[in-house]
């Protein structure tokens, strides 16, 4: 018997309290340089708090699943010193700290990418990674730049009180500046491949990267909402972005065989809504959806391992009829708003989480199973539906404003109808064009790697 | 086949191979009749025999990939040949025998080929 | 006739046909595929040698070839090997006992270089202290086209994860692939303007294409099964996978999209065509400079010039021989203890003692640990047999669709199996509840993907996914319970149903001739005698993980990959049923009436042991059972803090680590497996085994003509071999034959996994099966050792009379070491490669 017992376990709390130590330092050095956030704590408070629950369950699973890491130790401290410029960006009232912590954020990110070192084609990924945000960061640190120096101050709230004086090219500038930085975070098209192509970072890197990192980009978007109530040309962009991302990442999503890559594509669809969402003017929806996505991204990483068995989950029968049904319904709902005059940019994901509610209550009710189940079924969804209602009120309350009107409702009609009309068209199951398959396919395909592996 | 016996009987010249290779190696030969367009066979199980290693044994109950398998195929001429010259590059590099022959067959029909050979 | 025939075709072929046929590429292309070994996918993990095309050469030839071949290592590094021998993992003694023979005896060893320098020094120099050149010479680079191989692979061969299949998948991997490759950005920028001239014109039927492509590229008509068979090697894992579709799989998994090795190779052909090529292979360095080797000991200019060609004789000794005399070291050191121990327990004989139960456990080397625990708690005999006990069969899950194959690979199912409610479970409520999961998963499945429903669905069950996180990873003991108590234990709940066929229900499962076959099969396999214990316990095994791609390796291979309890259960039955126990008696084993046979499943991951079916033991047994059930208890406890001190964990944490989800190591599988041995239990009772053997119980005197012994070397133990070539080529190149780290792991197609982004599907073990945390192997790569306790000419006539047998131990895959049961003595079989042409023979083992 070997009596080895090589790594002990006080050398793993080691790296617990390195990466403990990281999150409380990052924002304790930081944070005294302009302060921290006076209004608009509460987004703070939320996002905050979502990351710290991930970074504590994902470290706590790590302890466990990276055991037998010849790297743990760095792990540990990446993503310690990962999660506090994180507090520390969602937390500061300076533009300069925020600009910091975010371009950190983007260079720590990166390296636990590269997390294996002799790995080629981690190497090749995290390099990807970092050019991904240098694009980003730069538009932030343009943006930022443009902001301070077009209203004298560096500290975020003075700006935001005089964004809406900052009229024409130099607010539309700096908006679409800081959706290009949102972008290039929230992994949307052009800047998807770096997400798709970072599967060579360890399974609770992959959690929290999809859970806390990837939500940067809302966060930013929300933090200056004012700026972009004022520059409609850069919401318009945001809603055009988001509406490209959630369909092109829901394609990838549909079409990899492999389960991270998967979860990939659907993150960079989610963040596409998310996005859209902020341009349509709901961000307390948004907010709820950053939470709620997070969570359950996480869930899905991290139990990645059990996506093994051979058989295709049987989809519940009536589907197809029930998608198109409810949509027509929905879509006609919405027509009446818009001829009532009603029609908001907030109503988009509320009426497509309608239409969710409906389908599956439909399929939960409609199928040959004994009145017990039936009921408990319903009673589940009417459970998730009501959490999801709070959700959306609180974080709505939480962000504390609501956006302006930026597309007419025929407008709002249209998206909503892009959303509903390719979701009957799935349900179908109607094959895709073979060019727009293989496209979807090679998303975050990484050139010049083959089939290499750790040296 | 021009006994008088068979005189009242419709026969139809045809080739017949027979193969017997490790069982094993019987996935490989079945690949190969495929390929030559064979439209069926009859596969023993577990034979028995003497041999250049010696005695074989029918196989133990355990291990269906021990002992030896045979396979008798009629075909028309093409296919045959087709087979045969496959085999005799799988004899370059694994064990085993095979016999060609001529037989007569009354149903003709029932040993067309699955599909034509190119 | 035939002569003729076969010499007019071959010359007919050489004058009109320069292009092989059909069927001869067909020929060409099977030989061509057993390169690779079949993978199976992992939720039903089989562990096979992934050098088992190489087995008809010589071990050491093989793994040169192989290591050639697939740009893999040969061994583990000297470096490795070293710190194995300093953390006295490997008796030093043995290894230099392994350098004096390779140096040609003690005469020639000890005979001096140079002051106090001999040439054993010269050599042991070279093993222990001389730094090795271990990095590669030239690195392998990375091979492009395989990648865009394996893309397509993946897509083909998914078998439900993606929503959206690949088009064209019933045209066949070939033809599917060509129709779409042309938009491939990957195989434009690999292939440009030539590679879309080849995509349009290159046949659409894979055997023809790669008869076209052999001819475009000119390979002459020798080299082509070579050419084919390095192609297949390039992407072991897909060819493997492509193996395991067309031998082993279920006709249902591989319907809707046919592919064959031809498919693949007609890819690799395209890819040819197209001028995509290989990239170098990766160059390990031989040997070492003798001048260095000459300034390690400071030996002089005159002592060089008078010794240097026994000094350069020694450096020149490749760096891969030096690898394998540490291999040799380790086992011959292993032997070294273990035969003096049988053979002294071989002479000592039995003793009788009245059991109280008697349990039949597998032969897997988890049992063995577990077996000296419980036999320390009590009166109980116990005996190892394959974990499938035996029966051939498929067992039709009244939930699921595709049946499970419960026996071993080697074997197809004989018996298809149902199972039927066990009376006193309410098995509507659970059919129920497994019908609302059914249909819950569905529907999650759905929404996730719709695009629709996808984000709502992602907001309403972020705070549900949240807590199940939470849960999980914090409280998963807690957890686990929670499951357990919504989902009834379906498992105790429906028991098989041996009365109806599953698939023709006019039918038995068994005739009663079959029950009465499988269960004499029993006792002449294991040498148990008639005079039978009031309990028999048949022990299956199955292992415990979650969130883990590699849980089915853990449990019973003999089973196919699932845990044996339910072949446990249908054995028990089988020998509970009064016509059977007649039938027996008829056959002269007249068992006691008073014996009642029991299954049981032994969770290998917490040493917990669960009886099968306690509601119908009958009242005169309860006693019995519940004494026996203690002792599986203190006996689970002992065996767990045993275990917990190899994993560097405590022993509770082994049970919370069997329901963790981020557990990468919930047990040490069959890690250090080591030997193989064939007899009685009481040969090997007193020696603590270490988990390290895998143990068959045979008695030579109730097998006359050598039929069982036949029967057990040529199945149960081909199967120890694979799984100890598994182990033994996973630890010494992770990457090539090995599955690599298991966090960076991507499951592909629910069949197996990817390492990160892509690439080939992976076989063998994971690190974390094979490694200890700080990276030095746990198992110790060794080859298995068989020893058999019966007459010498009993076991020599066994071997010559099965090819497959005289293969293993002549090539060196496994070694044979026979206990003569009538003096005890011990005999080697010498391979061929050892003992020149003269037919194989024992020869004495040396001490």
Redesign the interface.
Known sequence: MPDAMPKSTSARGQHVLAAVSGMVAVPAVLLPWGGVIEHSRALGLVIGALTLFVALIVMAFAVRYLRADPRGAAFGVTLGLLVGCVLTCVATGSLFVLAAAWVASGRLLARLIGHDTTWPEARAAARRARHAFAVGDSALVAGLLVLGLSTGSAAISPVLAQSATLAGPTGAAAALLLLIAAAARCALPPFAGWLASSMTAPTPVSALMHAGLVNAGGFLLIRFAPLFEAAPLARLAAIAAGLGAALYGLGVMCVRPDIKRSLAGSTVSQMGFMIMSCGLGAYGAALWHIVAHGLFKAWLFLGSGSAIGIGKTPAAPGLTHSIKGCAILVLAGALVLTWAGHMDGALVPLLLALATAMVTLNAGLGTQMPMRSRLAATAILIVLAATQAIGVWLTTVAVGHEGSMVLPGWALDGVLAAFLGGWVWQAQRRSLPRRIYVHLLNAGALACVGAGEPA | MTDAAFADLVLHQLKKIEVIV?AEDQ??IE??L????MGGWTVIRDVAGYGH???H?GR???????GLVMFVGVAEPGPI??????????FK??PGVT???DVAVMRSEYFAAARS?? | MKARTEGANASAYAYVQPAPGRAEIAALVALAARRVAPLWPLQSAIAVNPLSGFEEMAFDQAVARAAAIFGARDSLSIETWRNLVRAQQIDIAALKKVAIARLGGLVPAFAPIGPDVSRLDLLMARLMDLPPPDQPATAGGADPGAALIAKWCAVFFDQGQAACAMPGRDLGLYRAVVALIGHDRDYRRLAGDVGQRVVHCVPRDPLDAIAEGVEALKIPSDEIEETLAALVARLPGWAGHIRWRSEYAEPSDSAGAPAGMADLLALWILLERAGIMAPPPALWPAACDPRQLAMHFGLGQSQCASQWGAIEAIATVRQSELAHMFMVAAEQGFRDTLIPALTAASRSGATQQAPDAQLVFCIDVRSEPFRRALEAQGAFETFGYAGFFGLPIARHRHDRGRRQRLLPVLLAPQHDIAETPVPGYDVDALVRSEALHQHTRGLLGTAKHGLGSAFATAEALGLVAGGIMAARTLAPRLMQRVMQAINPDIEQAMAPALDTHALHPDFPAFTLAEKIGYASLLFRMTGMSKQTARLVVLTGHGGAAVNNPYAAALDCGACGGHPGGFNARVMAAILNDPAVREGLADEGLSLPATTLFLAAEHNTTTDQVTVFDIDQVPLSHKGDLAALRTAFDRAGQANRTQRAIALGRDADDLITGSCHWGEVRPEWGLARNAAFVVGPRWLTRARDLGGRAFLHSYDWTTDPDGTTLAMILTAPMVVAQWINCQYLFSTIDNHRYGSGDKTTQNPVGRIGVVQGNGGDLRIGLPRQSLFSDDGSPYHIPQRLLTVVHAPFDRVEAVVTAHDILSRLFGNGWVQLVAIDSATGDARRWAADAECAPNPPACQENRP
């Open positions: 490790r996935r490989m690949d190969l495929h390929s030559a367009g290693d010696g005695f044994q133990t109950i355990f291990n269906d990939q021990t040949a087709e087979v045969a010259r496959g085999l005799a590059r799988f590099s694994r016999f060609l022959s050979a190119p």
